[in-house]
T-cell receptor, first 110, second 116 residues
Framework: DAKTTQPTSMDCAEGRAANLPCNHS???????VYWYRQIHSQGPQYIIH???NNETNEMASLIITEDRKSSTLILPHATLRDTAVYYC???????????FGKGTRLHILP | ETGVTQTPRHLVMGMTNKKSLKCEQH?????MYWYKQSAKKPLELMFV???????ENNSVPSRFSPECPNSSHLFLHLHTLQPEDSALYLC???????????????FGEGSWLTVV
């Protein structure tokens, strides 16, 4: 089973920031939080990952709470092309399993 | 372009056919993976290879047979499949297969398989 909980779906207006929450209350100290997204009929696309500190790259920002039990992915200026299913994943164990949950279906509204 | 290339992108096969899916990664990674994504279901991990050795087999039926001849290539050989095996099959790679190192897994675009 996936170790994360995400809302099933979210809407965001085009041009606004999209904030996608994720709960991972059972995360252990050496487990990373990863975010991927999957646009319809394509393979999952890596977005960002982090351990303790907040991270930012050209696609998004990742905010991790101090207790590491939850995180938020921020797409600063959402476009219609950001419509996708977004997966929050915690790496499980030493053998590098990535277990996908159902993710959040993000709809960007024109 | 993620550096992971899958062929064919679409495959239709009969239940008695033998076919193969091919994956090639151009990233210099040492670990490769096969995932299955059925309609309206989460991705399921099928196989993990590290340095050409299989390190994970998630109770996958024997009609799916993986092969990793070198660290850049991964095959999934298909034989006597069932219609319920129709799905998107995704290949992925990462630097190594150790989870806590924080290394990223990159996915190909997938191969759509239809079994008739």
């Amino acid at each position: 089973d996936a170790k994360t909980t995400q809302p099933t779906s979210m809407d965001c207006a085009e041009g606004r920031a999209a904030n996608l929450p994720c709960n991972h209350s059972t995360i252990s100290g050496n487990e990373y939080v990863y975010w991927y997204r999957q646009i319809h009929s394509q393979g999952p696309q890596y977005i960002i990952h982090g351990l303790k500190n907040n991270e930012t790259n050209e696609m998004a920002s990742l905010i991790i709470t101090e207790d590491r039990k939850s995180s938020t992915l921020i797409l600063p200026h959402a476009t219609l092309r950001d419509t996708a299913v977004y997966y929050c994943i915690v790496r499980v164990g030493r053998d590098d399993k990535i277990i996908f949950g159902k993710g959040t279906r993000l709809h960007i509204l024109p | 372009e993620t550096g992971v290339t899958q062929t064919p992108r679409h495959l239709v096969m009969g239940m008695t056919n033998k076919k193969s899916l091919k994956c090639e990664q151009h990233l210099g990674h040492n670990a490769m993976y096969w995932y299955k994504q059925s309609a309206k279901k989460p991705l399921e991990l099928m196989f993990v290879y590290s340095l050409e050795e299989r390190v994970e087999n998630n109770s996958v039926p024997s009609r799916f047979s993986p092969e990793c001849p070198n660290s850049s290539h991964l095959f999934l050989h298909l034989h006597t499949l069932q219609p319920e095996d129709s799905a998107l099959y995704l290949c992925a790679s990462s630097q190594d297969s150790k989870g806590s190192s924080g290394n990223t897994i990159y996915f190909g675009e997938g191969s759509w398989l239809t079994v008739v």
